[in-house]
């Protein structure tokens, strides 16, 4: 059986225009997200200690509904959608069977793939400060969570700046 992870995304760093660190249970960086500062896609690039670009997370423009695409080593590994409801965020990951469930706008949810869950995400308030923490059950799925997360953010951080 393999081990479970940790990731944390320290809470209220998010920008398009800045960077920030990922890092893992024990403090130590493991990734850079950087933003682009002019981007109509909403572009991240994550970026593993050694410099080395690990992912990429962009907005697949002219859609009605934002959909965010996830690539790593220049391979989509997932797109995912946000779905059309009226008060509670909905999304899933276009031809498979993962969807997200819990509370997006707390930070709350659990990414799962049938009965199999990928990352559970929560606020985590007394760690390096307030912290979303990923539990991600199989590291192999590192990438995928770490992108499906920023790309909720995304979206949240837009429909709360309006746009």
Not at 37 to 66: C, I, Q, W
Not at 131 to 154: H, K, Q, R, T
Request: aromatic share 12%.
């Amino acid at each position: 059986m393999e081990e479970t992870m940790k990731l944390y995304i320290k809470q209220k760093v998010f920008s398009f225009t800045s960077r920030f660190t990922v890092k893992d249970e024990n403090g130590v960086d493991r990734y850079y997200v950087e933003g682009e500062l002019l981007s109509l896609k909403n572009m991240l690039h994550v970026y593993d200690t050694a410099g080395d670009e690990a992912a990429v997370v962009y907005r697949r423009l002219m859609n009605f509904m934002p959909h965010y695409v996830i690539e790593s080593r220049g391979r989509q590994i997932a797109e995912i959608v946000k779905e059309f409801t009226f008060m509670i965020p909905k999304y899933h990951l276009l031809g498979t069977a993962m969807r997200l469930e819990g509370d997006l706008f707390e930070h709350e949810y659990v990414l799962q793939d049938g009965q199999r869950d990928i990352v559970r995400v929560s606020k985590e308030w007394f760690t390096w400060g307030d912290s979303y923490v990923l539990d991600i059950e199989n590291p192999g799925d590192e990438i995928l969570a770490l992108g499906v997360v920023l790309a909720v953010d995304c979206v949240t951080a837009s429909n709360n700046s309006g746009s």
